[in-house]
T-cell receptor, first 114, second 115 residues
Framework: NAGVTQTPKFQVLKTGQSMTLQCAQDMNHEYMSWYRQDPGMGLRLIHY???????DQGEVPNGYNVSRSTTEDFPLRLLSAAPSQTSVYFC?????????????FGQGTRLTVV | DQQVKQNSPSLSVQEGRISILNCDYTNSMFDYFLWYKKYPAEGPTFLIS?????DKNEDGRFTVFLNKSAKHLSLHIVPSQPGDSAVYFCAASARGGTSYGKLTFGQGTILTVHP
């Protein structure tokens, strides 16, 4: 059971480049989300999805797009990378939102924008 | 608006002693609280949780206390071990209102347990 898998683990981008961070889970979880971790800021929610075909914005959505075409996958797209998007990104999944359950996290993607 | 706050950026404790990590929240809709542990270069891992209908939950060396009137929770680790050295995040969730389903995290506390 792989849990939540994120790729790549590390990435360096030039300002203005675009890329997609991949996230997949094999636990049949309905709820998936993307967070970024910055020093002193904790984990901040970027976008989330309560099921296939449904996405919504979190606390810091600007500069990012998401889609959820299947239950398993929840990719995060950076449209035009900026140095302010240098961060560690975590994908998480949770069984559902009606029951109180924990979220499971991937290993993270460390992104540097130069 | 920081709805979940961990006001101590770091905590240093001797091995064998108690570690107490604190967390405050402002949103009265939160009804489920979690603690996560994070090692460098790894994702956060779930440690322990508590529902708002309880005021205490224990799991081995870890106990979480919830004081709803003060909107405060704490994580006690007894006895502390060097392997407990990590960043600890407090998180909260609500099944209603604008926070529905989302996990809101605090800033984290770096715990260092000295041998």
């Amino acid at each position: 059971n792989a849990g939540v898998t994120q790729t790549p683990k590390f990435q360096v981008l030039k300002t203005g480049q675009s890329m997609t961070l991949q996230c997949a889970q094999d636990m049949n979880h309905e709820y998936m989300s993307w967070y970024r971790q910055d020093p002193g800021m904790g984990l901040r929610l970027i976008h989330y999805s309560v099921g296939a075909g449904i996405t919504d914005q979190g606390e810091v959505p600007n500069g990012y797009n998401v889609s959820r075409s299947t239950t398993e996958d929840f990719p995060l797209r950076l449209l035009s990378a900026a140095p302010s998007q240098t961060s560690v990104y975590f994908c998480a999944s949770r069984f559902d939102t009606l029951m109180n359950t924990e979220a499971f996290f991937g290993q993270g993607t460390r992104l540097t924008v130069v | 608006d920081q709805q979940v706050k961990q006001n101590s950026p770091s905590l240093s404790v001797q091995e064998g002693r108690i570690s107490i990590l604190n967390c405050d929240y402002t949103n009265s809709m939160f009804d489920y609280f979690l603690w996560y542990k994070k090692y460098p270069a790894e994702g956060p891992t779930f440690l322990i949780s508590i529902s708002s209908i309880k005021d205490k939950n224990e799991d081995g060396r870890f106990t979480v206390f919830l004081n709803k009137s003060a909107k405060h929770l704490s994580l006690h680790i007894v006895p502390s071990q060097p392997g407990d050295s990590a960043v600890y995040f407090c998180a909260a969730s609500a099944r209603g209102g604008t926070s529905y389903g989302k996990l809101t995290f605090g800033q984290g506390t770096i715990l260092t347990v000295h041998p």
